[in-house]
T-cell receptor
Framework: GQNIDQPTEMTATEGAIVQINCTYQ??????LFWYQQHAGEAPTFLSY??LDGLEEKGRFSSFLSRSKGYSYLLLKELQMKDSASYLC??????????WGAGTKLIIKP | SQTIHQWPATLVQPVGSPLSLECTVE??????LYWYRQAAGRGLQLLFY??????ISSEVPQNLSASRPQDRQFILSSKKLLLSDSGFYLC????????????FGPGTRLTVL
């Protein structure tokens, strides 16, 4: 079957760095997406990785290892506004997204 | 630039009543369109997707249906709502390339009482 695993909740301190992990098992693989979702709002796109390695985009970076079925989202210099859920989604062989349940990130001052 | 609209933003409906949620996209042609449902504290469940007018694929058997009467319009309907239909309904669009990113509308929060 197809499955995405990510931690349910994480807590971090303002100004610190946090890494949110995601492991996936899909029928075929066409890339890994990360979205941010603030409470009560729609998800917004953060990153897409299809090749192994690290992609940096400002304070946010995303890493992919296809051989390990593993990705992480790295958030640096955390700000209070980064408090949100972070959704991991893998694209399968039919180009459909398989979604994780999301990681709720709590930022403390 | 592309914009996606959904309405209404919130809806409270009694069990057994009908439902119609509408989604429209501006600034793009021939988008792939998606309806998702998100239960409280859960991930996204794909309900329907469409690659063109009149073409609907259903992912989950349920009492919901979808239609795409125009290129940039996607409608989610039900004849009789169940309590379990409560949730956050999200419409998304994607461009023509298979690996394009999905972009979401603002969502409709539905409560069935």
């Amino acid at each position: 079957g197809q499955n995405i695993d990510q931690p349910t909740e994480m807590t971090a301190t303002e100004g610190a760095i946090v890494q949110i992990n995601c492991t996936y098992q899909t029928s075929g693989f066409n890339g890994l997406f990360w979205y941010q979702q603030h409470a009560g709002e729609a998800p917004t796109f953060l990153s897409y990785n299809v090749l192994d390695g690290l992609e940096e985009k400002g304070r946010f970076s995303s890493f992919l290892s296809r051989s390990k079925g593993y990705s992480y989202l790295l958030l640096k210099e955390l700000q209070m506004k980064d408090s949100a859920s972070y959704l991991c989604a893998a694209m399968d062989s039919n180009y459909q997204l398989i979604w994780g349940a999301g990681t709720k990130l709590i930022i403390k001052p | 630039s592309q914009t996606i609209h959904q309405w209404p933003a919130t809806l409270v409906q009694p069990v057994g009543s009908p439902l119609s949620l509408e989604c429209t996209v501006e600034g793009t042609s021939n988008p792939n369109l998606y309806w998702y449902r998100q239960a409280a504290g859960r991930g996204l469940q794909l309900l329907f997707y469409s690659v063109g007018i009149g073409q609907i694929s259903s992912e989950v058997p349920q009492n919901l249906s979808a239609s795409r009467p125009q290129d940039r319009q996607f409608i989610l309907s039900s004849k009789k709502l169940l309590l379990s239909d409560s949730g956050f309904y999200l419409c998304a669009w994607k461009g023509l390339r298979e690996t394009d990113t999905q972009y979401f509308g603002p969502g409709t929060r539905l409560t069935v009482l």
